[in-house]
């Protein structure tokens, strides 16, 4: 994926919040919102590629790749910043450099604590 458009749309599904990216070509991927996290002052989510019947494994349905699923499809994971638009609209943007870092620390931080404390 090149790079995340602001004008991302969001729809509540049965899987959780689906994310509709579209790149700076107009290609529209599907995502499936797995976590938010909060990192310096803003939030980030963590989306999960959602594929229907291309992916391979004879579903008939979109799904999350993962280990209950039987294809050998890559799983696509993105960092995306959680913003809201002038609308209160929320909106998931790429974020800086300097912006993933902070939220990859975080991230693990946050890993590293729940496998603490299980």
Do not use: R, W
């Amino acid at each position: 994926m090149d790079e995340l458009k602001n004008n991302s749309v969001i729809e509540d599904d049965s899987e959780g919040t689906v994310v509709v990216i579209t790149d700076e070509d107009g290609n529209e991927y599907n995502y499936v919102e797995e976590m938010v996290f909060p990192a310096g002052e803003d939030e980030y989510a963590i989306l999960v590629s959602i594929d229907g019947d291309e992916c391979g494994c004879g579903c008939e349905e979109e799904h999350i790749h993962d280990e209950e699923c039987d294809c050998d499809e890559e799983v696509d994971v993105i960092l995306a910043k959680v913003v809201k638009d002038e609308d209160g609209e929320v909106e998931y943007i790429e974020p800086t450099d300097e912006e993933f870092e902070i939220a990859q620390k975080a991230y693990e931080e946050l890993m590293d604590k729940l496998e603490a404390d299980e």
